[in-house]
């Protein structure tokens, strides 16, 4: 168990996928502050009640993305532009709302991957869904924008987060993939996803 400064937000934040965020609110330039001053970590986590800026602190999902800054701009009276990156889910399990912002005691929580073989299958199965997805929404895409299908991660687990982060669906479907325990069923579910979107 660690605590840990929790953002929320109205988005998912997946492992190894990078995050963007402009640092305006006192109590998130307090909180963005320590964590670069100190080079800690803190938790993304999605909305589930409340709204994500100047108001009181939002109700957030149980299941949220561990994710460390990467890149800070300094701005005028504190404000900041930061690069962030997901690093690991965590399971949140109590919150501390008598700081500025909200603390959690959360969980470290890694998919599960009991069948190698039945993973590695089931990422061969949604691989190409993922290429065709690309090609279809990046055709309109001016060139220096577009997203190469053949950079798709091979790893399953990579695969499964670089899937789930690409679609373009609501947050809240976002969130229900990234709360499924297994490797496996996160790869089969994204695949129906795809061939739904793709379709």
């Not at 109590?27 to 670069?36: A, E, N, P, Q, S």
């Not at 602190?57 to 993305?65: F, K, Q, R, S, W």
């Not at 532009?81 to 890694?110: C, K, T, W």
């Not at 599960?112 to 055709?139: C, F, H, M, S």
């Amino acid at each position: 168990m660690i605590e840990l400064p929790l953002f929320p937000l109205n988005t998912v934040l997946f492992p190894g996928m990078p995050l963007g965020l402009h640092i305006f609110e006192d109590r998130y330039k307090l909180m963005i502050g320590k964590c670069v001053q100190e080079r800690q970590p803190f938790g993304v986590v999605l909305i589930r009640s409340g709204q994500e800026a100047l108001g009181e602190l939002a109700e957030p999902h149980p299941i949220g993305c561990i994710a460390y800054v990467t890149q800070v701009e300094r701005l005028e009276q504190g404000r900041m532009n930061i690069g962030a990156m997901g690093h690991e889910r965590f399971r949140l399990f109590s919150l501390d709302d008598s700081q500025p912002y909200l603390v959690g005691q959360v969980e470290r929580y890694p998919l599960g991957e009991e069948d190698p073989a039945a993973i590695n299958l089931a990422a061969q199965r949604l691989r190409p869904w993922v290429k065709r997805y690309l090609e279809v929404i990046t055709r309109e895409e001016e060139e220096d924008e577009k997203i190469d299908p053949e950079q798709v991660p091979d790893e399953p687990i990579p695969l499964a987060y670089v899937a789930a982060s690409l679609l373009q669906i609501p947050p809240e479907q976002k969130q229900a993939l990234l709360a499924i325990e297994e490797a496996q069923s996160l790869l089969v579910s994204l695949r129906g996803f795809y061939r739904w979107e793709v379709a």
